[in-house]
């Protein structure tokens, strides 16, 4: 539809049907069209200097579906100009196109919600067009300018409350609430994050918004050399178009990349440092992170900015270093290095992760539970290099770690807001601890890492690895030797080869004339018993077991030796019985058995005499009321017994490997949360 401009009378065409308004090229007024006539909102201003590589009349396909942009709006949030591009597709339908950080997002109409804009909390959940969402940004914004034709009409100046909402599988979306914050949006967007390489755009970013950086300068193949305005300094910026801040090496001046031409900001108060990877390094860290990329076409990543951030736990300061990377089509990550320890940071959506909104000790991301480790202010205490925002020394966020160390990971959850209020995000990021050797032959570092130390959060426990597989090996072994005890057990036939009662007390021996004695006294032995010949017909070991008849509060010592008949070979050993029992203090208590076993080992099969030799209590002591000592005893000799001691000692040693394992994996634990802020070493 071509009209004439109400101003100027120059033809003005509404391309797509969606459309109700358009800037007239000759005159730039708004011309707006209705259902009764076509009318003038006035005149509208200027577009800011962006170094965005889209512009109105590009056209490009999504998801097999043409599409052409008839429009740009120009906005602001507080962090510069941000464009929004309308889109015009084939098939009739409309929708916007927005890039930051690296990424584009394509949104498009749906019914607005009924969610005041004061109950959108903060990293909740609501439904929007019957899909989960995460609240992951709530501000406010102004309507600047536009080109073009838009499908709304916005007034120039006009300020209006939005929510950004994140959900799962890259889904995305934003709710406009107009100037106010009733009981519903005004419009909602919900769609899609698209990769550069979906949009179906012929042609390469970076060409135009390096251009654009230099004042209009044609691009190299190396890039364009930019000039610090403070210093004069030769820059090239690594990043053009996301780039908004850059902290030049020279004279430490913040500069301003946000729209067109560098601008000098403020010098900067900070410590000179050099990163220990240097900006411009690059390097491929799929395979650091098991990141399956298409073949032949790994992704290079550079290092295009370094910053140190402290945060203060119980009056003590601790810092740790951040490196930006960036790839032309997939954005930005971080290297993080702490006391030698390094990760690979990737940015997530708010929406792949849940965490309870009343108890927030557990996050869960791809099906994997994260403990919450810390919650601290994090500051910036230095920067060097280009950043995707406006940073600044001194900038605070609240950031929250939740660790799950067996898979190397910890997620990162930081709430940013501006000094007003009129702006608060959440960004979440999954970081994959690294091997600091591999990091640093994966950007092409000659020299040796620092050596780590301490445990760092996301750190897998070398000692539990260890320990399972130790554990492993443990059961294996223990089965093993159930089995094994088991069979020894099973094959010994334990047959009694002796058993007697034997009267108490033993017949005296006649005395014993002793000849080495002068007085030629003589010395009379120790009542003995010697059994008759007997066989013992499998060697290694005879069990004996002594039975006291009739014993109360007394006891029965029996030694006993067995011999050999041809070696004349000795084998002794003892047992003694004894049973006492009474009342004290009402209670009654008894101690001791009648029954008593003592075994001996190393025999050979052959014929034996067994000699006892019994001691009891004198006749004086078993006289004694309440005594009872025996009258005579029983013995049995049992041959080829199970001998269990030496098996149980074999279990002991060697459960000694799986505990000291358990010990080293139960002390590298309480280093890892000794410095968590949230709990303590023991949990």
């Known amino acids: 539809m071509t ?79 941000w464009d929004e591009w309308y889109c015009s597709f084939s098939d009739g339908r409309w929708g916007w196109l927005a890039e930051a950080q690296g990424r584009y997002y394509f949104t498009f109409a749906v019914q607005p919600p009924a969610i005041p804009y004061d109950h959108a909390v903060l990293g909740h959940q609501i439904v929007v067009n019957n899909q989960p969402f995460t609240v992951a940004e709530k501000g406010s914004g102004q309507f600047v300018t536009f080109e073009g034709e838009l499908p709304v009409v916005g007034t120039p100046g006009e300020y209006f409350g939005y929510i950004d909402i994140s959900g799962p599988n890259g889904t995305f979306g934003t709710l406009d609430y107009g100037q106010g914050s009733g009981y519903a ?5 919900v769609g899609y994050i698209v990769p550069f390489q979906e949009l179906g755009l012929p042609f390469d970013p970076n060409a135009k918004r390096l251009a654009a950086m230099a004042g209009g300068a044609s691009a190299g193949p190396e890039g364009t050399a930019l000039k610090c305005p403070n210093c004069g300094g030769n820059l090239e910026c690594k ?19 946000s729209s067109g031409p560098l601008k000098w900001l403020e010098v900067l108060e900070q410590q000179q440092t050099i990163p220990k990877i240097p900006i411009g390094a690059q390097g491929q860290i799929h395979a650091l992170i098991g990141e399956a990329v298409e073949t032949g076409h790994a992704p290079v990543w550079t290092v295009i900015g370094y910053m140190t951030k402290a945060c203060n736990v119980d009056g003590s300061w601790y810092y740790w270093d951040e490196y930006l990377l960036y790839e032309t089509t997939r954005g930005f990550r971080f290297l993080t290095e702490q006391n030698g320890h390094w990760s690979i940071v990737v940015p997530i959506e708010a929406g792949s ?35 995707y925002w406006s940073v600044e020394i001194g900038e605070e966020s609240e950031a929250r770690e939740y660790i799950h160390p067996q898979k190397g990971l910890s997620l990162g959850r930081e709430h940013e807001h501006d000094e007003y209020g009129d702006r608060e995000e959440i960004n979440w990021t999954v970081a994959h601890y690294v091997d600091p050797k591999k990091l640093y032959e994966a950007f092409g570092q000659k020299s040796a890492p620092p050596s780590p130390y301490g445990v760092a959060p996301n750190q897998p426990n070398a000692a539990k690895q260890s320990a399972k597989t130790i554990g492993l090996m443990s059961l294996g072994f223990f089965a093993l030797w159930i089995v094994c005890f088991i069979m020894a057990a099973g094959s010994a036939k334990e047959k009694t080869v002796y058993e007697e009662t034997i009267d108490l007390p033993l017949p005296a021996e006649d005395p014993v004339e002793d000849a080495d004695e002068p007085s030629g006294k003589k010395e009379k032995p120790e009542p003995a018993f010697f059994s008759e010949k007997f066989k013992i017909p499998v060697g290694s070991n005879v069990q004996a077991e002594i039975v006291a008849n009739q014993l109360q509060n007394s006891y029965l010592w029996v030694g006993m030796a067995l011999i050999n008949e041809k070696t004349q070979e000795v084998f002794e050993m003892e047992a003694e019985a004894s049973y006492y029992a009474g009342v004290t203090d009402g209670e009654s208590w008894s101690e001791g058995s009648p029954r008593q076993t003592t075994s001996v080992g190393g025999l050979s099969p052959g014929t034996y005499v067994l000699r006892l030799q019994p001691v009891t209590d004198s006749p004086t002591m078993c006289s004694a009321p309440g005594t009872t000592c025996p009258t005579s005893f029983k013995i049995k000799l049992k041959n080829d017994m199970a001998i269990i001691w030496p098996g149980i000692l074999s279990l002991l040693l060697f459960l000694i490997t799986p505990i000291i394992a358990l010990v080293r994996m139960g002390a590298f634990e309480s280093k890892r949360w000794a410095d968590s802020t949230v709990r303590s070493s023991s949990d």
């Open 3 to 81: 009209v004439g401009c109400p101003s100027c009378g120059a033809p003005v065409e509404f391309k797509a049907g969606s459309s109700v308004a358009v800037v007239c090229a000759n005159c730039k007024f708004c011309v707006v069209r209705s259902d009764r006539d076509i009318r003038l909102v006035g005149k509208v201003a200027e577009l800011a200097a962006t170094d965005s590589p889209l512009y109105v009349g590009l056209s490009g396909t999504f998801r097999g579906m043409g599409y052409r942009i008839v429009g740009r709006q120009q906005l602001d949030h507080g962090q510069g100009p």
């Open 185 to 189: 949006p005004e419009e909602a967007y």
């Open 239 to 257: 990043a053009p178009g996301a780039t908004k801040r850059i902290a030049c090496p020279y004279c430490n001046s913040m500069l301003d990349a």
């Open 353 to 387: 992760v849940q965490v309870g909104q009343v108890f927030d000790d557990v996050a869960t991301w791809r099906g994997m539970q994260f403990k919450k480790f810390s919650q601290v202010e994090a500051t910036v205490t230095r920067v060097l290099g280009e950043f």
